[in-house]
């Protein structure tokens, strides 16, 4: 299994930024993706950028250009920088990642708790 500690989210003000860290530890052979994804109260959680083993990225389109997801595959880290940041944006931010359990093993899915990222106006 994997377990994903998230950090780095907060109260900014509109235009600001926040860069968030989510770390993978555990048992597991490799990480193929990570992502964050978000979800506003009442609404459905949604992606926001992701990122695979071999950098491609793919982001939302509310969040291109604003937002960037990167990673260090020694610390097994996605992060996410989020720059020019708006109300709207604000919601509960989740890492994501997607890992195998040996060389030739399916891929699991696993959520970190949440952490919430506030911009106010």
């Known amino acids: 299994q994997v377990q994903l500690l998230e950090s780095g989210g907060g109260l900014v003000q509109g235009g600001g930024s926040l860069r968030l860290s989510c770390t993978a530890s555990?048992?597991?052979?490799?990480?193929?993706?990570m992502g964050w994804y978000r979800q506003a109260p009442g609404k459905q959680r949604e992606l926001v950028a992701i990122?695979?083993?071999?950098?491609?990225?793919n982001y939302a389109d509310s969040v291109r250009g604003r937002f960037t997801i990167s990673k260090d595959n020694a610390k097994n880290t996605v992060y996410l920088q989020m720059n020019s940041l708006k109300p709207e944006d604000t919601a509960v931010y989740y890492c994501?990642?997607?890992?195998?359990?040996?060389?030739?093993?399916?891929?699991?899915?696993?959520w970190g708790q949440g952490t919430q990222v506030t911009v106010s106006s």
């Open positions: 994501n990642a997607g890992a195998t359990r040996s060389i030739l093993g399916g891929l699991n899915y696993y």
């Open positions: 555990g048992s597991f052979f490799s990480i193929n993706t």
């Open positions: 990122i695979n083993s071999g950098g491609s990225t």
